[in-house]
């Protein structure tokens, strides 16, 4: 049972939450192939200690679990049928983890398909940012068969501090990270309308994050990303476009079931603004930057930086 | 100096709120005077050790320094300058505290009214909600001259756990307890939301509720207000209608300087659309109960009762 107790492990996809989690099995001792399309990041996880690979299918025979962890459910069905994919390679009784944030009736449609192929699926979604995944601190919204989890378990215990088992049905883990996200979105875009409405009215920002942390307006987010703004720092954390398909998301899946969810699409619709005003890639808390008229701290040095 | 240490306070408005600011006076040692309209209010603080009286006139010339508990600006201005009004009996030298939730223009224009009398204003909304009230836990976002600060020490002490100083004009205060009011009445409309959604998509009220006060999607009032909404008791804490009204104060004063709040704009429109169901009176948390074809815990219950 030694295979099964530390299997040999794959992660598709090295960005900021891949990586972290990749290292984080490589320092628990696990044989890690990582796999990305970027030279760069390939050579960073390899300098970290990891075995990497350009495609898919050149770790699939070395592998027994794969983590996807791509941006969304058409990245991962690529990862796993595509060309150079996964599964033409991959061993029967093979276990793979969907990390992206997917709609929960894509989680089942590749869990049917894979089940075909006698591969196992667990529907993983994470939750934590990437300062998290590097620590292997993670938390993980999972559903699927309970003999996975007990398969899984020393690989769950190296990249998460806390996994919810939130039943045996795959979706189940997703359509709990979507209602996490719905409120991650709408918290992040409240706290930017929150913190350009005071600024607007006079309020000091440091003063004001100050008092909303200890009120009863405060959110983890308000709590984590405010200090962007603060700092006039958009560095991405997590990108304003990482919201447009993640809101995106809910929105469709409510959309499809006629269910409104006003505060959600209107959230995705500063995001959406955000990034056609070319804010896509900086970090989700410059979202603010979409109000007018607003004297935002650090503001000068970042324009001189456009 | 003994009657500025311990001055003879009055409260005006004997609400979820005033009630227990007047209460934790009289346990402090305070000398109270409470005025309500309601002789079920006036009863009740007569109990308690306080002094009840009808009208803010019949306490005037017995108090130095008095709180205006109500739910407005116009309220407060009828407190003093109306019929049966605190101004023609209230002694030079006295103070007054503004808690209602205020425009800060509004708080301005009280200031140098009463300035005029030689009555001195602090701009001192509260937050933390009735029980914190009733055990002089109260949040106080105060500003005005530092010498009133002074003065009112041992008042404030008795009232509230904290007192934020936000500068020395009139206004500064209440523009921060907007900024705290717009992040609430979006948090709770965002619990409502991401509740709806999840109950809707398959998920269990009670896992969603363990999972998400865990991870980044939490606010303080999503884990304040969502044990409501899963015992199926909306029981007034607060009431829809004082976000129809708090996140009206927000939208006016934005609407009023052309700047657009369409967070903001759509949690009001949603409690104003409870509101107009006839849920006004219930807990905040009911405007959960405007998304269509949810099954909320305990409906059978509360569907009786209607």
Redo the contacts between chains.
């Keep these: 049972m030694t295979a099964s107790e530390r299997p040999r492990v794959g992660v598709i996809g090295l960005g900021s939450m891949g990586m972290g989690m990749a290292t984080s099995l490589v320092g628990a001792g696990f044989e890690t192939w990582g796999c990305d399309l970027r030279e760069q990041a390939r050579q960073a996880f390899a300098q970290a200690g990891g075995r990497a690979v350009a495609t898919p299918a050149a770790m699939a025979a070395e592998v027994e679990v794969v983590l996807i962890v791509v941006v969304n459910a058409e990245q991962t069905r690529e990862v796993l049928f595509g060309d150079d994919g996964l599964v033409p390679g991959l061993a029967t009784d093979s276990v793979v983890l969907s990390c992206a944030t997917c709609a ?1 009736e894509a989680v089942q449609a590749l869990g049917a398909e894979l089940a075909a192929h006698r591969i196992a699926l667990l529907d993983a979604p994470i ?3 990437s300062a998290k995944a590097a620590q292997g601190q993670l ?1 993980i ?1 999972a559903s699927g068969g309970s003999v996975l989890f007990e398969r899984l378990e020393g690989v769950l215990d190296a990249i998460a501090a ?1 996994v ?1 088992r ?1 039943g045996d049905e795959l979706g ?1 883990g997703s ?2 990270k ?7 979105g ?2 992040i ?3 930017a ?6 600024i ?4 000091d920002p440091h ?2 994050f ?3 942390t ?9 709590e ?1 990303r405010v200090p962007h703004i603060l700092a006039g720092d958009y560095t991405p954390h997590s990108a304003v476009d990482i919201f447009v398909k993640d809101l995106g998301i ?1 929105h469709d ?2 959309h499809r ?1 006629k ?9 995705l ?2 995001f959406t603004l955000a990034s056609a005003q070319g804010l896509g890639r900086e970090d989700d808390a410059a979202v603010i930057k979409v ?3 607003v004297d935002l701290p650090g503001a000068a040095a970042n324009d001189g930086e456009d």
């Design positions: 929960p939750s934590g940012g938390t919204m806390k919810f939130l189940q359509q709990v979507l209602v996490n996200q719905l409120l991650a709408v918290h875009a409240a706290a309308e929150a913190m350009a409405y005071g607007r009215g006079g309020c003063t004001l100050e008092v909303i200890q009120s009863a307006g405060n959110s983890w987010m308000f984590n809910v899946t409510a079931d269910f409104p969810l006003p505060l959600t699409a209107q959230a619709s500063q109000y007018p008229g």
